[in-house]
Structure formats: structure tokens, C-alpha cells
């Protein structure tokens, strides 16, 4: 195992409030609790020591929450319990998020002392109406500010997230942010259609009929607009929701889409090590006295058989510009072919990947396709 590259993820669950579409693992901020959760993480990190035989890590990646709700000198003891424990490459790519309400030159200075490379911004939009809409905490103006104070700090990878199809928002809102974002020249961009999810405050407006979420023709057509403006700007469109400028993929993320290794810690945080998936304490309480006690605070696990790795390869790939490993039996079902004809899917050799027509609807045909394998396994 040792010089595989593998990554580690930090959790920092807390926020000043949490967003109405949001259904992460995160908590309203609570300072008392700060100082007890990075010795937590810090005590997971020491337990998982022996990992130090795969050789140093490749990424480490701090998200969240707001993980600069933490003071620097916090997310800096984390770090340096993970060089201690783990290792970490010279040439490592370090990110942290952080949001535009609490990030000025000065926190951004010191996370660049401490070793961050690369700083994800959650920015959303950059129009007042559609950010009050997704209760962010954080004005346009807040969000222009902080990018330019992330340039001040001497990040030279800003990565800046957006949201568009953001119901009630004026339709010029979509491609005025995406306009606004380029002026700051980031090296990466992630633009998520806005989702509902079960369980969230957006969800139950939702079925109180006070939020109508758009056609998904006005989805399709905002998407498509977004991917044809930055891929005119020089950007590669190599996942379904992320773009990047040559040489500034996000390496984390794309060991996740490409099945690499991984460790993840904190609330609960995911880890893929070898063929076990296994995952932490989703409440924060659970998480901080497993801990305390001296336990793992993992709460559950699973080996992946060679079929289950498969469906995942296939799912993963399907949202990646590269796409995925040709199944033999799976290119023999109508439905399959059927799905080339259309124009949503082509043949690379011996990969399949999505077509730009096809990256619009990425999880129905993800669906489709994860249905086809299984029925090819059963046959």
C-alpha cells in the first residue's frame, strides 16, 4: 500500500446557522464546545496512526460547517497532529472552506502560514436576492470582499462554489454570479443545481406548497448556459458539477470520483480504507464522549464486495469527464444502446461517458445504468 496516494478529511461541523437546503452533519455555532471537538479530532487522528505505513498523504481536506469558525491556532493543531501521526506530502494539496461572513485577509494570512493551498469559497451567489432566498448569512458584497482577500492572503487556488436554480431568484441572477465569480479568475469553480432534500426546512416549504422548485427545463437550460460560458473561459468541465482551469482539478475530490483511499475524521466523517467503507457518529454528542472514552467513535461499517465496487466504479465514473470501464454484458442491452442512440452517452474505446446532453440529467441515467448492471449480474 505504501506510495498509493490516499486523503484525509476533516470534519468541522459548525456554522453560524445552518442553510434551509442543507442536510450535512453540521450545528449552530457553540464556542464551548470548539476547543473540546479539535482535541476529539485530534485523538481520532492519533488512533488511526498505524495508517502511516501507506506513506504520507496525498490531500488533506478541511470542510464542513465552517471550518474557519475555528481559530487558526486550532485547525493548525489538527494539521500538525496529522503531519505527526500520518505524514503529509511536500507537495500536498491542503484545502479549507470557508464562508464569506466570517473570512478577512488577516485569518486568510494564517491559514496560508499554516500550510492551506487551496480555499474553497461557499459564495453561492453573488445577488442579494437569491442569497437571502437560500438564507445565507453573507451579502454580494461580503462574498466579492472575501475573494479578494483570499488573493491578498497569496491563495493561488481559489475554488468558488455556486448555486443556481434557486426558486423565486430573477432569472438574470444565475448568470450575473456566474459573470461576477469569473472577474475574481478563480482557479476552480463548482456550480450545483439547487436540490431539495428530505428532511430540510426547504423540504417541508416544499411540501407546503410555499416553495415551487424549477422545470427541469429551466434546470437543464441554466446548467448548459453555465457549462458553455466557462468552458469559453478555459475551463475543463471534468465532473458533472465541477470546472477547473488546467492544472487545478480539485486532487482530493478526484480521488473520491476515482475510488482512491481515503480517511475521514470527525462528526460523522466517511472513510474508504482497503475494501471497508465505514463511517463515524452522526450526532456531535455521540461523536465527542466515544471519543472522550477512548473509543472509536465509528459508528457502522461495510465490505465492498467486488459487485458493489463495480456499481459504485460505474457511478462514480458516469459524473467524471472520463468516464467509466465498458461491462461486456452491459453493452448488449437495449436500454443501453438505446441511451447512446438518444445522444446521452458515447463510446470511447473501451469507456463509456456522458455527452454534455447527458451530463444534464447525470443521476436518472446513473439510475438507469446502475439497474441494467444488476439485472446483466443477475442473468
Known amino acids: 500500500m505504501k506510495g498509493d496516494n490516499w486523503g484525509l478529511y476533516v470534519h468541522i461541523p459548525f456554522c453560524l446557522q445552518v442553510c434551509p437546503y442543507c442536510s450535512f452533519a453540521v450545528t449552530t455555532v457553540r464556542p464551548r464546545l470548539h476547543e473540546g471537538y479539535v482535541r476529539a479530532v485530534c485523538a481520532e487522528i492519533e488512533m488511526h496512526r498505524q495508517l502511516a505505513t501507506r506513506g504520507p498523504l496525498d490531500t488533506v481536506y478541511f470542510g464542513g460547517g465552517t471550518p474557519t469558525l475555528l481559530l487558526p491556532e486550532q485547525l493548525g493543531r489538527i494539521l500538525e497532529s496529522t503531519r505527526h501521526c500520518l505524514g503529509i506530502k511536500a507537495d500536498a494539496e491542503l484545502t479549507v472552506e470557508a464562508n464569506p461572513e466570517v473570512a478577512d485577509t488577516a485569518q486568510f494570512s494564517a491559514l496560508r502560514e499554516l500550510g492551506f493551498n487551496r480555499l474553497s469559497l461557499g459564495v453561492q451567489s453573488f445577488a442579494d436576492q437569491s442569497l437571502r432566498l437560500l438564507g445565507r448569512q453573507h451579502c454580494a458584497a461580503q462574498a466579492h470582499a472575501a475573494c479578494k482577500a483570499a488573493r491578498q492572503a497569496g491563495f493561488g487556488n481559489l475554488s468558488i462554489d455556486l448555486i443556481f436554480a434557486t426558486p423565486g431568484a430573477p432569472a438574470l441572477d444565475w448568470g450575473n454570479s456566474l459573470e461576477q465569480a469569473l472577474e475574481h479568475r478563480p482557479e476552480h469553480l463548482s456550480t450545483y443545481g439547487l436540490t431539495i432534500e428530505s428532511g430540510t426546512p426547504f423540504a417541508k416549504q416544499e411540501r407546503q406548497g410555499r416553495l415551487i422548485p ?142 454534455r446532453r447527458g451530463f444534464v440529467l447525470a443521476d436518472a441515467i446513473g439510475v438507469e445504468l446502475m439497474d441494467l448492471l444488476e439485472g446483466v449480474e443477475k442473468a
Open 214 to 355: 424549477l422545470p427541469e427545463d429551466d434546470q437543464a437550460q441554466a446548467y448548459e448556459w453555465g457549462t458553455d460560458r466557462l468552458e469559453a473561459a478555459g475551463f475543463e468541465h471534468y465532473e458533472v458539477s465541477n470546472f477547473a482551469r488546467p492544472g487545478f482539478r480539485s486532487r482530493h475530490n478526484w480521488g473520491y470520483w476515482h475510488g482512491g483511499q481515503y480517511l475521514g475524521v470527525g462528526q460523522a466523517a466517511h472513510s474508504l480504507l482497503g475494501c471497508r467503507r465505514s463511517w463515524n457518529q452522526r450526532l456531535l454528542k455521540n461523536y465527542l464522549g466515544a471519543v472522550e472514552a477512548g473509543l472509536s467513535p465509528e459508528a457502522g461499517a461495510e465490505e465492498l464486495d467486488a459487485a458493489t465496487a463495480q456499481e459504485e466504479a460505474l457511478w462514480l465514473g458516469l459524473r467524471t469527464s472520463e468516464g467509466f470501464a465498458l461491462h461486456s454484458g452491459l453493452a448488449g442491452r437495449e436500454r443501453f444502446r438505446d441511451l447512446v442512440a438518444a445522444g446521452y452517452l458515447e463510446l470511447r474505446g473501451e469507456r463509456v461517458g456522458l455527452t
